[in-house]
């Protein structure tokens, strides 16, 4: 007991007052490390580009928050973090360290009331799995269904705000850099998807919303909200039990190729036909469940945190592209652009993004079976053409990307990962218009407007083009 009567602070106390000063230390750290780059680049000195982007790293790695998968996200787009700087943060620790069960009690307590114990027959002390926003556990309701109770670490909201503030001065000193990429419009949607992951209330719809639209398919599992013993920074599910996707590394191609079904139709389904999608196709939101003989019968999409909607017609110009390539019309692949959101584009620029864009759509543009990476490693997948658009965006550019670009080339990079690790063969050209067979813009904007007001997801202002 110390002088004052008052019980002395608990390790979770001390452990959360040593993070929020962290946060005022790193601010400090950044800030000056900020200054010192401009600094140089005013002066037309040649800085040690290595050395600032490694002080940089170790400065932000002391929050081990939501900054690290802002990180990841930037780098899938070329030279949008200078190469050394990406790399840097790519590598630092993405998840904070989960609670003690002293902690989770009284976070629990404060997002259920005193008595949360009684509303469950059990709730495990350690947690299932943790990230960068809060941490699961496993219970079990009195009926005797597993749960997963996503609970929100305390304090989110500052450390995004946080993080978000050391982002802004990273694209500060990229902006001093000769940039192939104007960030300008980036910034502003990554912060809209970070603080939207804050919300489980808004998460707890989206699940609904996806729930709705895999209601008839057997391949694709959704989680059951249960609302009365959920928050808006606790959300409560059923648990669905399955297999890391990597532990499928090693099976027959078969295997491995049904989970890539699973997986293009997880993401590229509600896309085309709803205007949504999930921003962040990491592994471990993903597992997979078996049948009888133990072949792969389906996926469970575990989070819904990171989701993105676009207006129906951003969707027509992502088909719009995709044709105008296979078919090398040009006017309807700037067409596509400019609906995109892109704006100004020249002859040589326009060349520019058909690079990527004949990346991304590469393996959907062949009738063929065939790998993601033909041959190449997983490391060295894209990285020649995201060298050359850097090169030449640096001469031409820069060109301003649009807010819509930012997570849906994440999540079609992202898609792309999974399919290299699984080094599934599959026809995605079939696969792809398949899923756009019949596609209609007026459908997608029904489908859209009924599916959103049903699940409670608000249908966001969508920049009409």
Same mark, same amino acid.
């Given at each position: ?19 929020? $000063? ?17 600094? #140089? ?26 900054? =690290?998968?802002? &990180? ?15 790399? @840097? ?5 993405? #998840?904070?360290?989960? =609670? ?10 404060? @997002? ?18 943790? &990230? ?12 005797? #269904? ?19 503030? #050391? ?79 990597? @532990? ?17 139709? &997880? ?96 393996? =959907? ?5 065939? @790998?993601?990476?033909?041959? %190449?490693?997983?490391? $060295? ?26 997570? =849906? ?31 209609? %813009?007026?459908?997608? $904007? ?12 608000? %249908? ?6």
């Amino acid at each position: 007991m110390s002088d004052s009567g008052a019980p002395p602070p608990d390790d979770e106390t001390n452990r959360l007052s040593r993070r929020v $000063q962290r946060y005022a230390r790193v601010g400090t750290n950044v800030g000056g490390i900020a200054a010192r780059i401009a600094g #140089q680049y005013i002066l037309g000195v040649d800085p040690d580009r290595d050395k600032n982007a490694a002080e940089l790293a170790r400065a932000l790695g002391g929050l081990k928050g939501p900054i =690290m998968k802002v &990180a990841q996200l930037l780098s899938t787009i070329p030279d949008a973090l200078p190469e050394e700087y990406a790399a @840097e943060l790519a590598s630092l620790q993405s #998840q904070a360290p989960p =609670m003690g069960w002293s902690f989770v009690k009284r976070r629990m307590a404060a @997002e259920l009331g005193n008595d949360w114990r009684e509303r469950f027959k059990s709730f495990e002390h350690q947690a299932a799995a943790s &990230a960068s926003l809060g941490q699961v556990h496993k219970a079990t309701a009195h009926d005797g #269904q597993l749960l997963a109770c996503k609970l929100q670490y305390p304090e989110m909201e500052s450390a995004v705000e946080a993080d978000l503030t #050391q982002l802004k001065l990273v694209f500060s000193i990229h902006k001093r850099m000769n940039p192939a990429i104007d960030t300008s419009e980036m910034s502003a949607e990554i912060g809209a998807r970070l603080r939207e992951e804050l919300d489980y209330e808004l998460e707890a719809a989206h699940m609904s919303l996806y729930q709705q639209i895999f209601e008839d398919d057997q391949t694709i599992c959704v989680p059951e909200v249960k609302p009365e013993l959920s928050t808006k920074r606790l959300l409560t599910m059923s648990w669905l039990d399955g297999s890391p996707l990597l @532990e499928h590394k090693g099976s027959d191609l078969e295997a491995r190729n049904r989970i890539a079904k699973y997986m293009f139709r &997880a993401w590229w389904y509600p896309f085309s036909h709803y205007g949504v999608i999930h921003g962040d196709p990491h592994l471990g939101n993903y597992n997979v469940f078996s049948d009888e003989t133990g072949m792969p019968a389906g996926i469970n999409l575990l989070d819904y945190g990171c989701m993105r909607t676009f207006a129906p017609n951003f969707v027509q110009g992502v088909i719009d592209l995709y044709r105008g390539l296979l078919t090398k019309d040009r006017a309807l692949v700037v067409h596509a652009y400019e609906t995109w959101g892109f704006k100004g584009l020249s002859n040589e620029l326009i060349d520019i993004l058909n690079i990527w864009a004949s990346f991304i759509y590469g393996p =959907m543009l062949e009738d063929r079976e065939r @790998e993601l990476a033909e041959g %190449l490693s997983p490391a $060295q997948y894209g990285r020649r053409q995201a060298f050359e658009v850097a090169r030449a965006l640096r001469e031409k550019g820069p060109v301003k990307v649009p807010r819509e670009f930012v997570f =849906m080339d994440r999540a079609a990079i992202g898609l792309g990962g999974v399919f290299l690790h699984l080094n599934a063969k599959l026809n995605y050209y079939r696969l792809f218009n398949d899923t756009i067979e019949n596609f209609s %813009l007026i459908d997608v $904007q029904n489908r859209q407007r009924a599916a959103f007001d049903k699940s409670g997801v608000p %249908l966001p202002d969508l920049r009409p083009v």
